[in-house]
C-alpha cells in the first residue's frame, strides 16, 4: 500500500489516490485534495456534503452514491454537480477520505 | 486528465421497462464520472421522453425467454413462464408490476426521476425528428429537459469524438 504526505501528514492511499483508511482523515487534508480536484475553496455547502459522507461511510463502511448523497444530505443533483463538477461521485468520495462509491445510482 | 473531454452518446430505441434502463444507469454513471452525456431518443425509445407514457413503461412476458417463474419468488429454477399464460390478459401488467416493485425495494429510482437526474447533472437529451413526425409528437409531449427535435445528421455532428452505444 502506497503513501503519500497531505497536508504535513503521512497518509496511506490506494493507485487511484483514493485514502484507504478513513480515520487518517481530517479537515486539512480535505482541503488540499479539494485543491487537487480543482476546488480552490469548500464553502459551507461543500462541508455539508463532505460532512453527511463521512457519517454516512461509519455507519455503511463505504462512500455513499450520488443518490444516496442527493437523497440523504439535501441537496439538489443540480447543487451537487456544482459543488463538485465534472464528476461527483469520485470527488466527493476523494475529498472525504473514502474509498469509491459502490453501487450504480 | 485524460478523462476530461471523454464524451458518450447513447441511442435509446426502445420503449420497454426493461430497455429503458441501461442508457438511464450508464448516463448516470458516466456524468458520477465527468464524462459528458447526449442521449437521443428515436422510435419507440420515444415512449421514454413522451411524459404520457414514461409512467407506463411496461415488459411483456411473451417470447421472453429470461423471463422466469422464478421472477415471481417461487423456487422453479429454469422453468419459463408458459408463452400460453403470457397472452391472457394482465400478464404484462403482472410482469411489469414484478420489476418495478423489485426496483422500488432496491431504491433504483422510476425513469421518470432518472431523466430529471440526469438533466440536472448536464445530460443533453434529443428526439430523433423522423421518428417524432412518424408518431405525430410535438415538443410538449415530452418530458422537460429535452433540448431539441434533431435530425439524425445533427446527431453525428453533435456527437463528434464520442463514443457511441445503441440501446
Known sequence: MATRVIAGKTVQVNEEGFMTNPAEWDKEIAVELAKEEGISELTEAHWKVIEFCRESA???????????????????????????????????????????????? | MAEENRKIAFICSK?????????????WAALGNGIDVTIFFTFWGLDLINKHRVDHLEIAPVANTSMKMSLMGLNTGNLGIPNIMGVLPGMTAFATKIMKDKMQKLEVPTVREYLEMLVDGGAKLYACKMSVDMFGLKKEDFVEGVEDIVTAGDFMDMTEGAQIIFI
Open chain 2, 15 to 27: 420503449g420497454t421497462l426493461d430497455m429503458a434502463y441501461p442508457a438511464l444507469v450508464m448516463g
Open chain 1, 58 to 105: 461509519k455507519t455503511s463502511g463505504k462512500a455513499p452514491t450520488l443518490r444516496q448523497i442527493t437523497t440523504g444530505a439535501g441537496v439538489s443533483t443540480k447543487e451537487l454537480f456544482a459543488l463538485f463538477p465534472k464528476g461527483p461521485a469520485k470527488k466527493v468520495a476523494r475529498i472525504a477520505g473514502l474509498g469509491k462509491p459502490e453501487g450504480c445510482v
